[in-house]
Every structure is written in C-alpha cells, then in structure tokens.
C-alpha cells in the first residue's frame, strides 16, 4: 500500500515539473475607467447683519441717593427712641441713600441699535465620482478575458501563462 501512495506521489510530482509558467503578451482590445460614487462632507457657512438693542448708561446722577436717603432718615425716625432715634435716623439715611443710587443708576437710560454680524454652518454632502481602476477586455490566443486593473494598460497587457501536459484520455475526453 505505502508502495503505491508512493508511486502516486512521484507520477504526480513528474507532471509538475513539466508544467511551465511564463509571461507573455495579450493585446489590449477595450479599457473601460471604472467609478465609484462617494458623498464628500464639506462646510458651507453665511454671515448675517443683524441689528440688535443694546442699553445705553445715562450719565450718573444724585437724584436717586438724595431722595433715597431723605426717606431712609425719615422712617429711621419714625422707629428709633431717644439717642437711638438719632442712630436709626443716620442709618436710614445711609441704607436709604445707596439703595436709591442703585435704583436710579442701574436703569438702562435708553436703548441703541448696533449691528452685530451672526454665522451659521451646515455641514453638506457633496456627490462626487472617483476612479477605481479600468475594466479591460483583451485577446490571447484567440480567446477573450477581461479583468480589472489599477492603470491603464495601454495597447497590450502582460499574461503569465501556465502550460501543463494532459494525458492522453484526458485529451480525446475533452475534444
């Protein structure tokens, strides 16, 4: 049995080193470019000019502090009793005069319009093609192939041939 497996093993390894590899060259019939479709992201933006309300500070005025620290002394006054009637009525008049300030001075005096520039993006997909190679159509022996490759593969195209012996039955199988 191994005698046979071998003899098998040695006729097989006999044809293939009968079997011969080589380039030759196939004349180029037809290149068709190939494409392929992708979305590109890209960003568009658009500059506006809006006008928009901005306050406007006054000059600082007094008004506000004088009347607020007359009312402020006025109800300390009214609360204090003997020499804590003239503390409460200096303490009125303090709080009264600063917040009477605040309330007059924080007031917006008016509005004015200024431009001011606002941007917006979007992101857009843009279609394009792109090259993915060449579909080519090419003659060898009186046979057509067609394959794909990179490049163009101008008027002819390198083949690797194989050639191989068959046996004899095969052969007249086959015709």
Known sequence: MKRIALLALLATGTVAVQAQTFVDRARVQDVQPQYETV?????????????????????????????????????????GKGHGREAATAAGAVIGAIAGDRISNNQPQGYVSAPRE??????????????????????????????????????????????????????????
């Open 118 to 175: 606002v941007r917006s993006c979007r992101t857009v997909h843009d279609v394009q093609q792109q090259l993915t190679g060449y579909r080519v159509t090419y003659e060898y022996h009186g046979q057509q192939y067609t394959t794909v490759t990179r490049e163009q593969p101008g008027r002819s195209l390198p083949v690797r041939v194989s050639v191989t012996p068959l046996e004899e039955r095969e052969y007249d199988r086959r015709r």
């Open 39 to 79: 979305q590109v992201p890209r960003q568009e933006c658009t500059s506006q000019i809006v006008q928009e309300a901005q306050p406007v500070a006054g000059e600082r005025g007094y008004g506000g502090a004088i009347i607020g620290g007359v009312a402020g002394g006025i109800l300390g006054n009214q609360v």
